[in-house]
């Protein structure tokens, strides 16, 4: 997503200063915050112009919660508390920031909230995609797409934020709706009752891949583009979609969202791909849920997934 790029030069800070602040409020009892400053850049369209704003104004909310806060207090929300933290530790890199805090405007429905954003999104609870414990569970789910990806010697992309994040919105759509949001710009898979290995229901695809390309051999160009495939045969593309998007070469970010709310199906699955930028090794991100998850749930036993 282009619009997640290059913030630097685009805003100017402005700090809260001792002598600006109320009585009874002093620098030393008062966190300083920094904030943003949305400067339009005629050299881009008026949708990325648009984008930008938004996340700085996401970064600016992030920054005045920080600010009305003591010290090492921690607020928690689920995936949104997990995402602020990112944008807000200075260890991180300014995209690895940018990228979080374009996942906690997503989630939080400041950035490309969809129509149904107040109707399916249930911000931090429980069974909610944006769950903490959701979040967590998910986990597996990337060890398993890089061994699809070593076995067919592609490419190991990195997770964005914010495509887990759009896969989340995602998952909590169509937990309601038993279809495909089709809201933001990225690839997007779907399945409903596989919480434990989903890739590998995408990955049965292949079989019918393989025999439709014995049939028509033509069909072999169209095996990194999904969306010429579905050009020259959409039911074709449809029944071999999901096999082709975690295989694509070309694939550079993605995420996993789950939903356990019970609907139609217990659960709802989702890989998104392509809104964000890369900004994680898969590792990095493990390590980074796992502590943050350890930290806010302290389970009394945590098995945290094996990391290599």
């Not at 490419?155 to 909590?172: F, K």
Request: charged content about 20%; proline content about 4%.
């Amino acid at each position: 997503m282009q619009c997640i790029v290059a913030l630097a030069g685009m805003m100017s800070p402005s700090q809260v200063k001792a002598d600006d602040l109320p009585a009874g409020m002093t620098a030393a009892n008062t966190v300083s915050i920094t904030k943003k400053v949305f400067v339009y850049n005629r050299k881009q369209s008026a949708k990325v112009n648009a984008k930008r704003k938004a996340l700085i104004n996401a970064q600016n909310e992030l920054s005045a919660l920080k600010g009305k806060i003591n010290g090492d207090e921690l607020v928690t929300g689920g995936a949104s508390g997990f995402f602020q933290e990112i944008a807000e530790n200075s260890s991180m890199s300014e995209a690895q920031k940018n990228d979080a805090a374009t996942a906690y405007g997503v989630v939080n429905g400041q950035i490309d909230a969809p129509s149904w954003y107040g109707q399916y999104v249930n911000l931090g609870q429980a069974s909610d995609a944006t769950s903490l414990k959701n979040l967590y569970a998910t986990l597996p789910y990337y060890d398993q797409y890089i061994k699809i990806r070593q076995k067919y010697n592609l490419n190991i992309p990195q997770v964005s934020l914010a495509d887990v994040a759009v896969a989340m919105m995602d998952a909590d759509y169509s937990t309601h709706v038993i279809d495909h949001a089709r809201h933001y710009e990225a690839n997007e898979n779907l399945a409903w009752n596989v919480p434990d290995d989903p890739n590998s229901l995408w990955m049965s695809e292949e079989s019918i891949w393989n025999k439709g390309v014995k049939k028509n051999p033509s069909l072999e160009q169209y095996r990194d583009d999904a969306y010429g495939l579905s050009q020259v045969d959409h039911d074709f593309a449809e029944k071999v979609g999901h096999y082709l998007n975690l295989t694509d070469p070309a694939t550079k970010s993605y995420g996993y969202g789950l939903n356990t709310e019970h609907h139609k199906y217990d659960n709802t699955e989702s890989w998104d791909a392509g809104y964000g930028e890369p900004a994680f090794s898969v590792n990095e991100f493990k390590q980074l849920v796992t502590d943050y998850y350890n930290k806010i749930e302290q389970p009394d036993q945590v098995k945290a997934p094996k990391i290599r």
